[in-house]
């Protein structure tokens, strides 16, 4: 079945930049989308369709998203940037839809 | 703004049945593409399966695991999604929430399968 892969943990130091990877070998053709969510809370789209925020998401936050790898970035992160994230995209028959396994972002 | 209300969460054993609902809000439920995800204690995100809108042909897709035991439905005229389980196990523990296009998600409710 399908996979993407993405790091368990990434520690950032505050207002430095952060940079969670996600792999997965039909991200060429497909789109990648992120994910945040906080402890004991749904999940809060960031990103849709490789590089655009969604709504009420603050500048800080990126996406791109080049060959096989999409990338979220969180530019100058802040401590409430403590949170899940996870990508999410499609596998190549485009009837399946997976989510990465998670990375957890430590501010501190 | 769109909301999500679900409910019908709770205890259920082994190879019992149990089934989730969910009503949109806010928005035209007939227009979207509604889907189930679940979460289980301490794991990562889960993706359980996708309604189309009947629109776009009201196809089902399920991930490997609940295929054959899972069925999602909808009812457009009452804007609710529904997620039918049968046959349930242990694994199938978890926070089920449904989820609007992409991003509009719902509460979350806790189904836990037990003896």
């Known amino acids: 079945s399908y996979e993407l892969t993405q790091p368990p943990s990434v520690s950032v130091s505050p207002r430095q930049t952060a940079r969670i990877t996600c792999s997965g070998d039909?991200?060429?053709?497909?789109?990648a989308y992120w994910y945040q969510q906080k402890s004991g809370q749904a999940p809060v789209l960031v990103i849709y369709?490789?590089?655009k925020r969604a709504s009420g998401i603050p500048e800080r936050f990126s996406g791109s998203s080049s060959g096989t790898m999409a990338t979220l970035t969180i530019t100058g992160a802040q401590v409430e940037d403590e949170a899940d994230y996870y990508c999410?995209?499609?596998?190549?028959?485009?009837?399946?839809?997976?989510f990465g396994p998670g990375t957890k972002v430590t501010v501190l | 703004e769109v909301s999500l209300a679900q409910s019908g969460g709770g205890l259920v054993k082994p190879g019992g049945s149990l089934r989730l609902s969910c009503v949109m809000s806010?928005?035209?439920?007939?227009?979207?593409?509604m889907s189930w995800v679940r979460q289980a204690p301490g794991k990562g995100l889960e993706w359980v399966g996708r309604?189309?809108?009947?629109?776009?042909?009201?196809?089902?897709d399920y991930a490997a695991p609940v295929q054959g035991r899972f069925t999602i439905s909808r009812d457009d005229s009452n804007d609710t999604l529904f997620l039918q389980m049968n046959n349930m196990k242990i694994e199938d523990t978890g926070v089920y929430y449904c989820?609007?296009?992409?991003?509009?998600w719902g509460q979350g409710s806790l189904v836990t399968v037990s003896a």
């Open positions: 309604i189309k809108s009947l629109s776009d042909g009201g196809t089902v």
């Open positions: 806010g928005y035209t439920f007939s227009y979207v593409w």
């Open positions: 039909a991200l060429p053709k497909n789109f």
């Open positions: 999410y995209s499609t596998d190549p028959s485009g009837n399946q839809y997976v």
């Open positions: 989820r609007s296009g992409i991003d509009y």
């Open positions: 369709e490789d590089n």
